[in-house]
Structure formats: structure tokens, C-alpha cells
């Protein structure tokens, strides 16, 4: 099978980019990450890039004078690379509708909350406030509605007496780092897809509430 090309958008550390790269590097996932994007400059996950010998790319939005601007600049700076899908990791940039629909059924994104709960920021101290039992992260399809596109695979750490915001931010990234890969590896292996009706892995449909690991 033809190796799926990459492309992957971030504004941070990138330490799910990391995930990525050595699920890649290990052959785990038959795809190749062509490129990483970042909005920011100087920032962890272009090192990352650079350190993998994937080209490390900058688009300053501040250099935009609207949000269109500089969705439309990105998805040329995307296309070029050909890309079979678009993962976004820690892309603190809110899409325009425009933009998504481009990439309809091939852009991912995995989000730090039990979707549908909490979408947005700050969504540990959220779960912590709320008393909730347990907490985790969401890789879902992308759409326009924000945290809001089909989900794919769900993790769940439980939320302890006395935890903080970042002792929980810590627990559920070791899961972000597992699950992420794997919904990759289906995707590039032809298992997963969005279909009209919602989300199918091996032809199956998922639950609405995707699948848990």
C-alpha cells in the first residue's frame, strides 16, 4: 500500500507531533509526515520537525490582516504538499467553515475532554470543578462546529480526590499519545473513513460516542 502523506498543524510543544513521528519512524503507521505547520514562531514542534528531517514550515498569522486571509494562505501552503490527510496537534487557531470543508473526511483533531463535554479551553480544571468521576481526550473528525466534528476514539483516565489541573493535563496526554497514532494508523491503512451517516471503521458505523480504549 502507497505510504499516505501527512501534514500536520500545531502552535506548541508538539509532543503529540512526537507520537506521530515515532509511530512513522517505526513503521507502525504506513504514511510519511511531509510536513508540519506552524502559526507561531519559534516553537517546540518545528524543532521536533527539523530533528526528524520533516520540513518545518512557519505562517506567521500575524502577518494576516483577517482570519480568512490567513486560512486561505494556509490551505495553499497545505495543498502543495499534496496531502492524503491534516492533522491538527495543539492548533490553537479556530478554521473558518470555508477551510474545513476543503478537507472534509481527511483532517483530524484530538481534543483534551470526554467530547461532548467541555469543548474549548481549560476544559481539566472544568472537569475537576464539575466533580466529574473521570476525564480523557477525543480524536474526532473535523468539521465546522468547534470540538464538534463525528468522534473516532475516546481514552479515560479517572479523576482523584485532590488531583490538580495539571496532574490531570499530565494523565490524559499519556492517552492523547496513545490514542492519536491509532486513530492514524487507521486512517492510513484504509480502516477508517466519514461517511454521510457518520464514522465506519472496517465498513462498520461507530457509535455516536466513537470508540473507547
Not at 498543524?9 to 504506513?30: P, V, Y
Not at 511531509?34 to 502577518?63: F, M, T, Y
Request: proline share 4%; with cysteine.
Amino acid at each position: 500500500m502507497t505510504q499516505k502523506r501527512i501534514v500536520v498543524l500545531l502552535s506548541g510543544s508538539g509532543s503529540n507531533l512526537q507520537a506521530l513521528i515515532d509511530a512513522t519512524q517505526s513503521g507502525r503507521i504506513q504514511g510519511r509526515i511531509v510536513a508540519v505547520i506552524s502559526n507561531k514562531p519559534d516553537v517546540k514542534g518545528l524543532e521536533r520537525a527539523q530533528d526528524a528531517g520533516i520540513a518545518a514550515l512557519l505562517l506567521d498569522h500575524k502577518g494576516f490582516d483577517s482570519r480568512e486571509a490567513f486560512d486561505d494562505a494556509l490551505q495553499q501552503l497545505i495543498d502543495r504538499q499534496a496531502p492524503d490527510l491534516i492533522i491538527l496537534a495543539g492548533f490553537m487557531r479556530i478554521l473558518t467553515a470555508g477551510f474545513v470543508r476543503h478537507y472534509l473526511g481527511r483532517m483530524l483533531n484530538i481534543h483534551p475532554s470526554l467530547l461532548p463535554k467541555y469543548k474549548g479551553l481549560h476544559t481539566h480544571q472544568r472537569a475537576i470543578d464539575a466533580g466529574d468521576s473521570e476525564h480523557g481526550c477525543t480524536v474526532h473528525f473535523v468539521t465546522p462546529e468547534l470540538d464538534g466534528g463525528p468522534l473516532i476514539l475516546q481514552a479515560s483516565v479517572p479523576v482523584e480526590a485532590g488531583t490538580s489541573a495539571d496532574q490531570l493535563q499530565q494523565q490524559v496526554l499519556k492517552c492523547e499519545h496513545h490514542i492519536y497514532p491509532l486513530a492514524v494508523e487507521w486512517f492510513c491503512a484504509g480502516r477508517l473513513s466519514l461517511t454521510t451517516t457518520g464514522v465506519t471503521l472496517d465498513g462498520i458505523q461507530l457509535p455516536a460516542s466513537g470508540q473507547r480504549v
